[in-house]
């Protein structure tokens, strides 16, 4: 029996599921109850007004589709697909459904796809329909069930959720039970998978509501990618279990989030969609004056960037601090100075310590060293990586962040660099080793060093230093061209720089710090 697009989405909340045994799915529930015809969320392209009852029904149905085709409690669900409220209904039906949910940014290839795939190995993935023919084959060749789903919901998802019972007992799952794996790109190239459990993310949800003081009348502009923990653990999991509304973008656009914000309260971003805001003309005291907070993650937020917001438009940013492995760890007061530049305080329940990176011995305030984290945000290791997991975590449980930072006098946090080989470009993290491997392979090619230096719009961009055999000399077309069908698109450098030789130490380690400095307005302009 099929049913149509208005009984999917308005259905009433379903009486018989009781989420009490189901630890997140209790908490992503709890900001709801008794208030199930309250809108939850607003997709205006679309044209969709959801409540509570709306959405949790739709998981339900999700959760009834996922268990049919054939994925039990620990198996994965792995989702490639555009944002829309169908693949955030998919999200919350694995919880109840008691698998992990797995998803990737939309921009990766088939390459990228195929490590992922046969890392994960899911029971069932959900890609676009264009992409099936592409992926469907490493997905099928892996032991999945493959569904498709558009940015409009179409597909045989769509279908699958249509013909399965409208509501679903929630399997019961223990604090300590997966919830969420996601991958992070490695240092040796390798992307590694990080595995959240229910308590992570609950504990991190229920911490960022009441410190952000997140309610039911809050609205949020929602125009973060879903398959990142700032969208998807940070912007949907304090919004619901808050129980407040939030009004759904595909993607950021500097219009559309002017027009949003005299109907929102909050919006949370990465600096990128601040300094693109601070180019337009409409933003003004009058345009933001609804806005109750402003939230910043993911990436460093300038120092000037915070201040000329407050003299653009009243409000002091709130900056944040997190990482895939631990969600939120910091964070600027609510109430008091909220200080440019540093990303605030440890966030209640949750330990951080500067300490020599080499020994691990803590270091007193005001000292730099390396960022270390304890707490019931951090993550339980890498999805079957134990030697990796282990070198992470120090014997007494604190998670090496390799961010280097310092704790001032009165306990701001600030972040100074990364001991990491990491590059982040408008919040996207990029590990260069990968994009190293791929264009030292090219015919040509002696060596090449992919480095992150400052770009207007992204914060940091790529670029790559590349040395030549003089015979055979590819220029930079060539380079991007052999690389572009294997990386995803924000990965490809945005210059490539011909060297005679690298920069290398008397140890023969190449200086990425002084190919940064030597060619740091390489993407100004
Ligand atoms: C797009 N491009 C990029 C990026 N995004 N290049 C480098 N870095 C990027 N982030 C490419 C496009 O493919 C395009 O290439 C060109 O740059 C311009 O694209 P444009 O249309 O301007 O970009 P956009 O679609 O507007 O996207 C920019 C964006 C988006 C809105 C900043 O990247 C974004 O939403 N970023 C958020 C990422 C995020 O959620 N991070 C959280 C990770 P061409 O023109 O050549 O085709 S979670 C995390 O970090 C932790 C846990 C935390 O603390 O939150
Ligand atoms: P990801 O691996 O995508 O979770 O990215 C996490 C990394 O982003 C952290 O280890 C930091 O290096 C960086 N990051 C997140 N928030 C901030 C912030 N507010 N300021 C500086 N760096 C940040």
Redesign the pocket.
């Known amino acids: 029996m099929s049913r149509t697009l208005t009984s999917v989405y308005h259905s009433p909340m379903s009486t018989r599921s009781d989420y009490a045994t189901n630890h997140l799915a209790r908490t992503l529930r709890s900001g709801s109850v008794g208030r199930g015809q309250a809108l939850c969320l607003d997709d205006r392209k679309r044209g969709l007004r959801l409540s509570y009852a709306d959405i949790f029904a739709m998981a339900e149905r999700y959760a009834s589709a996922i268990a049919q085709a054939g994925v039990k409690p620990d198996d994965r669900v792995m989702v490639q697909a555009e944002k829309s409220v169908e693949v955030m209904a998919v999200y919350l039906g694995t919880v109840l459904a008691g698998a992990a949910f797995v998803p990737l940014n939309t921009a990766y290839t088939a390459r990228e796809l195929e490590h992922f795939i046969s890392d994960a190995k899911p029971a069932l993935f959900i890609c676009d329909p264009a992409a099936r023919g592409t992926f469907a084959p490493i997905a099928t060749a892996n032991g999945a069930t493959v569904l498709t789903c558009d940015a409009t919901g179409s597909g045989t998802l769509a279908e699958a959720g249509a013909n399965a019972a409208d509501s679903f007992e929630a399997i019961p799952r223990a604090a300590d039970d997966l919830a969420c794996i996601l991958y992070?790109?490695g240092t040796t190239g390798r992307s590694k998978g990080a595995m959240l459990t229910h308590a992570n993310l609950a504990s991190n949800a229920e911490t960022l509501r009441d410190y952000w003081r997140f309610t039911s009348d809050d609205v949020l502009i929602h125009a973060l990618p879903i398959f990142?923990?700032h969208g998807l653990f940070v912007a949907i999991n304090v919004s619901l279990t808050a129980g407040g509304a939030m009004l759904f973008e595909q993607k950021f656009d500097a219009d559309r989030a002017l027009a949003l914000m005299p109907d929102a309260t909050a919006m949370m971003g990465v600096p990128t969609f601040y300094t693109r805001l601070l180019h337009h003309d409409g933003l003004t005291f009058e345009a933001t004056a609804g806005i109750r907070v402003f939230i910043?993650?993911?990436?460093?937020?300038p120092a000037e960037t915070h201040r000329d917001w407050t003299a653009r438009t009243g409000h002091n940013i709130l900056?944040?601090?997190?990482?895939?492995?631990t969600a939120m760890n910091t964070s600027n007061p609510y109430d008091g100075e909220r200080r440019p530049g540093t990303?605030g305080f440890p966030l209640p329940g949750i330990e951080i310590r500067v300490t020599e990176p080499e020994t691990g011995a803590p270091l007193p305030n005001g000292r730099i060293g390396g960022i270390e984290i304890r707490g019931p945000n951090v993550f339980k290791g890498y999805w079957q990586m134990p030697e990796k997991t282990a070198e992470e975590f120090r014997a007494d449980g604190f998670f090496i962040?390799?961010?280097l930072g310092v704790i001032s006098e009165d306990g701001y946090v600030t972040?100074v660099g990364?001991s990491?080989d990491?590059i982040?470009s408008g919040?996207?993290?990029i590990y260069p080793k990968e994009i190293e491997s791929l264009i030292d392979a090219i015919d040509g090619v002696v060596e090449s060093a992919v480095f992150g230096v400052p770009h207007p719009d992204f914060g940091e961009g790529v670029v790559a230093a590349v040395v030549r055999q003089p015979d055979a000399a590819p220029d930079a077309a060539t380079i991007i061209a052999a690389i572009a069908p294997d990386l995803a698109k924000f990965k490809q450098p945005k210059a490539v720089l011909f060297l005679d030789e690298l920069p290398r130490n008397t140890m023969g380690k190449v200086q990425k710090n002084t190919l940064r400095t030597d060619n740091a307005d390489v993407l100004q302009g």
């Open positions: 992070t790109s990142h923990a910043s993650g993911s990436a460093p937020l900056e944040r601090y997190g990482m895939t492995e990303v962040t390799g961010d972040i990364r990491k990491l982040i919040g996207y993290n």
